[in-house]
Nanobody, 116 residues
Framework: QVRLAESGGGLVQPGGPLTLSCAAS????????MGWYRQAPWQQRELVAD???????YYGESMEGPFTISRDNAKNTIALRMIRLQPGDTAVYYC??????????WGQGIQVTVSS
C-alpha cells in the first residue's frame, strides 16, 4: 500500500525557517515527479515545488527563493526547506507523487502555521 507521510510541520514565527519531510512507502521516489502542494483556508491547492526523476526542481509562482525542494534517494524521501516564512504561508502542506501527467498519490497533509 502506497503511503506518503509528511512530517516537520507546526507553528513557526514570522521570518523563521521550517523543513518538511515526506517519507514514501511502496513507491520509489526517483521514479515519480515528487512534489509539495499547499492549501490555505478557502483557497485552491497550489503547487509549491516539484522535483523530476532527473533531479530538476520546478517551483510554483513566487515560490523559488523562500522554498527549496530536495530528494534523498537512499532514504526514499523528499524535503521542503522553507525560509523567511510569513503568515501568508500558513496552509496545509501536501506531499504528492505524479506520473504520466497526473498526481497518483497524495499524503494526508501537514499543518504549517506562521504566527507570532
Amino acid at each position: 500500500q502506497v503511503r506518503l507521510a509528511e512530517s516537520g510541520g507546526g507553528l513557526v514565527q514570522p521570518g523563521g525557517p521550517l523543513t518538511l519531510s515526506c517519507a514514501a512507502s511502496a513507491i520509489i521516489v526517483i521514479t515519480y515527479i515528487m512534489g509539495w502542494y499547499r492549501q490555505a483556508p478557502w483557497q485552491q491547492r497550489e503547487l509549491v515545488a516539484d522535483i523530476s526523476s532527473d533531479g530538476s526542481p520546478y517551483y510554483g509562482e513566487s515560490m523559488e527563493g523562500p522554498f527549496t525542494i530536495s530528494r534523498d534517494n537512499a532514504k526514499n524521501t523528499i524535503a521542503l526547506r522553507m525560509i523567511r516564512l510569513q503568515p501568508g504561508d500558513t496552509a496545509v502542506y501536501y506531499c504528492a507523487a505524479a506520473r504520466d501527467g497526473r498526481i497518483q498519490y497524495w499524503g494526508q497533509g501537514i499543518q504549517v502555521t506562521v504566527s507570532s
